[in-house]
């Protein structure tokens, strides 16, 4: 989740409808700017007894953090504490628990965003030989308790967690225990934001199949592949899901401002700290007749902040985020905007990837969703066939895709590179979270402790 830095005092009052769409007209760019935005979270343990550290242990998050301005990295600060990173590469943020994300920076092609991704692990990795610390790519932590995990002190998260039980049963597994990876992408236009958007949020299940990698809770098989992509199914129903609304005829912009303005409120941010405003409406902040804030609007800011606070499949702002897929090692991390990228970068591919899932009724979207975190590319398709099948085909448009591109690295190769480690997969039929299970009832004896060699 993005990290909020103080606002000028100029930003201004929402005064009309304008400024609400704004946002998102203003991410449109021509395809030559169109840029790669990749975000990857770890789990972070103690390599002497695999515990999560806290914040302020000696060693702990907070050292960790401060130990990386070694490589250029400059502190962000709430309440005095340190809570992200600034950098060449983007920011370094933490989630809930302390999981350590790196959102990076826009990049013009997939060779410069692996070789981002390959920076920042041996930063980090560095980091923890000296602090005794190790980072797990997985899409949940294996075996801890909720109880078992530290709090990192930022006002944002514990307005959130306070506000997850009250919606959802599964609200605070999100924050605490679950790592995912992210890919932020561009569009020209309404129209190309929603074709692609509608690609995006229908292929999503696809995602979640290939990159399944959390199979375990609390040192147990957990029944799903994908068990971070079912804690999504109970977490908040006003702010996440498959939106059935972007497949109608007439989506766009201020269809999307109508979606945000009825999901409820977390917070505002004001003179450095997050006032509590879970449940309520915007809509009343814009009317100055918020609860939290009587007789005050909202800024453009504060618009901003509420875009960034709902958590469907697929979310917008000034540029389009697929939100599908577990946490995992370097080589998914590359793979997952490899496959979009491929997908909705160039337009005979992103007609292609339409052309698969146009006629999927709403219901069976939903029934695709609710299948991946469970079989994986087992899930049947509507009208038979299975995830494999459709995997096969999606990848070949992203080939497809990659190879109109046409970027090459110093040494003459493309980015159709970077989906190797998904063929596998595909061929197989075997996604990430079953080999996981393979070793757990094999070689493992069911010891999860054995889950934390596959470190970075």
Known sequence: MSTRE?????DPIIES????????????????DWRIGTEHEKLVYKNEDFRAPSYDEPCGIRDMLMNLREFGWEPVEENGNVIALKGADGAVSLEPAGQLELSGAPLENLHQTCAETGRHLEQVKAIGECCGIG???????PDKTREELPVMPKGRYEIMMQHMPKVGSLGLDMMLRTCTIQVNLDYSSEADMAQKFRVGLALQPLATALFANSPFTEGKPNGYLSYRSHIWSDTDP???????FVFEDGFGYERWADYMLDVPMYFVFREGRYIDAAGQSFRDFLDGKLPALPGERPTESDWWDHLSTAFPEVRLKSFLEMRGADGGPWSRICALPALWVG????QGALDAAWDLVKDWSMEEREQLRNDAPRLGLDAPLPGGGTMQDLGR??????RQGLNARGALNSSGDNETGFLETLDEIVASGKVPARRLLDLYHGEWNGDITRAYEHSF
């Open 6 to 10: 103080a606002s000028g005092a100029n």
């Open 17 to 32: 409808r304008d400024q609400l769409v704004a946002p998102m007209i203003g991410g449109e760019k021509p395809k030559s």
């Open 135 to 141: 980072f797990l790519g997985l899409g949940m932590w």
């Open 238 to 244: 006003q702010r996440t899901g498959m939106l059935p």
């Open 343 to 346: 997908l909705l970068y160039d």
């Open 393 to 398: 085909d999606v990848l070949a448009i992203a």
